[in-house]
């Protein structure tokens, strides 16, 4: 029963140290190649607009912070999705799907309203990138067959001005609340 006590403890440390340092272990474990961007989407969508704004308004905001809202309201209003859904976020606001594509398309419109918004579009810009996943050096899209695993999106948050680049991938970040990810 002793043994049982400290094993369940060893146990429960380890799990507790993984949940606190999962962001730290995803960024080096597992490594995201651009192979190319999709287009930008303007929002259009009133309901969408108005909890957008419902969020920032009266805000003043840095860049932290805008990508902080940008995967919070996408992760708010769509669920993960296997079957075909839109690109358009302005439809996948409506119907509350999407797919790692439209989960990236959601943010990154969010993400270029709000730098519109808050006039920073001529310091930042989100862009909608596909890339290719990697867990430890191996491509996580050759393990499965179905095309639907053929590529992955996600967003680039580039610095104009001094060409930095954060990214982020907002269907990681619904089921993880992991925020950033790296990318070659």
């Not at 962001?23 to 597992?30: C, I």
């Not at 919070?72 to 859904?85: G, L, M, N, Y």
Request: charged fraction near 25%; proline fraction near 1%; hydrophobic fraction near 35%.
């Amino acid at each position: 029963m002793n043994r049982l006590k400290k094993y369940s403890k060893n146990i429960f440390i380890a799990f507790v140290l993984l949940f606190i340092f999962k962001g730290f272990l995803y960024q080096k474990l597992v490594k995201y190649t651009k192979t190319d961007t999709r287009k930008n989407y303007r929002i259009i969508n009133k309901n969408l607009i108005q909890s957008i704004e419902k969020e920032i308004v009266g805000k003043e905001l840095d860049i932290e912070d805008i990508i902080n809202y940008s995967l919070k309201i996408t992760a708010k209003q769509v669920h993960f999705v296997t079957e075909e859904a839109s690109n358009n976020p302005n439809i996948n606001f409506e119907t509350q799907k999407a797919h790692c594509v439209g989960y990236a398309s959601l943010c990154n419109s969010i993400g270029n309203y709000i730098l519109e918004k808050k006039q920073l579009t001529n310091i930042y810009e989100f862009k909608h990138v596909v890339g290719k996943i990697e867990f430890l050096g191996f491509d996580m899209h050759q393990v499965f067959k179905s095309p639907f695993f053929k590529d992955h999106d996600y967003n680039e948050i580039i610095n104009k001005q001094t060409g930095e680049k954060q990214c982020i991938d907002a269907s990681v970040y619904d089921y993880t609340w992991i925020k950033h990810v790296s990318s070659e």
